[in-house]
């Protein structure tokens, strides 16, 4: 991971960000915030001190001095894969820890953040504001997992309980128009002297045939007459990869999406209720992307054409697949130890995501962002862009 801005992280700063985690989790219950339903979800109250323990491992523990650390336990339960700094609960069993508490965790975080109000105070160096910066735009990326595992904890319940946020989609207005972008060779990664990871870098050029893109999202109208069509049971859609994974786990609809009484229905932060058709749909895997494309006679834009295109549409209201493998760029450098560990042993069998969604954090998102997926998952917040 890297950061090439300048500037020195403000207390203020810092305490707001750590904030607003705990505000996505005011109107939880002690209960729903160590259950953990399936692997690839963690438990909300793992969510609140992983992202404490990256500031006791990498800031107070090497830079304060006389710094106590919490518990000793806690480095064992809430590292989630730095192999370089110690061994770690593994990840399917963090909805085992019953102990510590919800309070002992709020604790936990009450206790580093006193500390490194303090120990910003004491103006660290230049290079300690720039591991603290990456532990900031770290807790903004867990912001956003946040919202996905409450979503999924919920919306896998009965009751389908709400969550006090302002996490909700719009409708995508605009009708549809592709915009023309002219062949030519472009530059592609981060340029600018503001923060990014280290992913982004690697300025580097591209040469792009002519292509259009859709200047919105694809609706649920318009997925639902995909599934309406018997989308999901002509396999010359998909990849072959997709299809056995559709079929092995029975996959009809989008995440959340249930047919009740003949209508669409589904889950949504706010609710159980119909589907909004005008709403860009969402929950959607990489292979359903893909077979949407290829029913409308279409495909996936590469990152790079997104990239290229994205200053001509708005972008934000969920991250858009691509058909582009996430692979390191030219010059792609992973820095060393731990913090090396955060994307470049990640650059296998994903694909790459770009924009971000209305659950990520203000100020967390730019055009050059490289998210990354495998294939099959669709519990983030995801959506469809065409290109041709």
């Not at 997992?145 to 896998?156: A, Q, R, T």
């Not at 600018?192 to 649920?220: M, P």
């Not at 989008?254 to 209720?273: A, I, M, N, S």
Request: a neutral charge; charged letters at 20%; hydrophobic letters at 35%.
């Amino acid at each position: 991971m890297q950061t090439i801005a300048n500037h020195t992280i403000t207390k203020e700063r810092f305490l707001t960000v750590r904030k607003r985690t705990e505000t996505i989790c005011k109107s939880l219950k002690p209960e729903d915030t160590s259950i953990q339903p399936v692997a690839f979800v963690s438990p909300p109250k793992w969510h609140l001190a992983h992202t404490t323990w990256f500031f006791e491992q990498f800031i107070l523990s090497e830079y304060k001095p006389d710094y106590k650390v919490f518990n000793q336990d806690f480095a064992f339960y809430f590292n989630s894969y730095y192999n370089s700094v110690g061994e770690r609960v593994m990840r399917a069993n963090r909805g085992l820890m019953t102990r510590p508490t919800y309070n002992a965790v709020l604790e936990y975080r009450a206790y580093v953040n006193m500390h490194m109000a303090e120990f910003l105070e004491q103006e660290p160096t230049k290079t300690i504001h720039q591991t603290i910066e990456i532990g900031l735009q770290h807790e903004q990326q867990h912001q956003e997992l946040l919202v996905y595992d409450i979503k999924y904890i919920f919306g896998h319940q009965p009751s389908f309980p709400t969550l006090q946020t302002d996490v909700v989609l719009k409708q995508e207005k605009a009708s549809q128009d592709f915009i023309q972008i002219p062949e030519g060779v472009y530059k592609i990664g981060h340029a600018e002297d503001t923060f990014c990871f280290d992913n982004e870098l690697g300025l580097h050029k591209v040469y792009l045939h002519n292509y259009d893109i859709s200047n919105r999202l694809v609706t649920n109208k318009e997925y639902a007459e995909f599934i309406e069509a018997g989308g999901y049971s002509d396999f010359n859609l998909w990849h072959a990869d997709g299809w056995d994974f559709i079929n092995s786990n029975k996959l009809k609809a989008p995440l959340y999406w249930h047919k009740f009484k003949g209508e669409w229905k589904q889950y949504t932060l706010q609710g159980f209720r119909a589907i909004n058709e005008e709403e860009p749909v969402n929950h959607i895997t990489f292979y359903e992307a893909y077979a949407f494309a290829q029913w409308k006679g279409m495909r996936l834009p590469t990152e790079f054409e997104w990239e290229v295109a994205s200053k001509h549409f708005n972008f934000g209201q969920l991250w858009e697949w691509t058909h582009s493998a996430y692979l390191p760029y030219p010059n792609y450098i992973k820095v060393a130890g731990a913090l090396g560990e955060y994307n470049g042993k990640f650059m296998v069998n994903t694909m790459v995501m770009r924009g971000s969604s209305v659950a990520t954090p203000k100020n967390h998102s730019r055009s050059t962002y490289r998210n990354f997926f495998h294939p099959e998952m669709r519990w983030q917040f995801s959506g469809i862009r065409l290109a041709k």
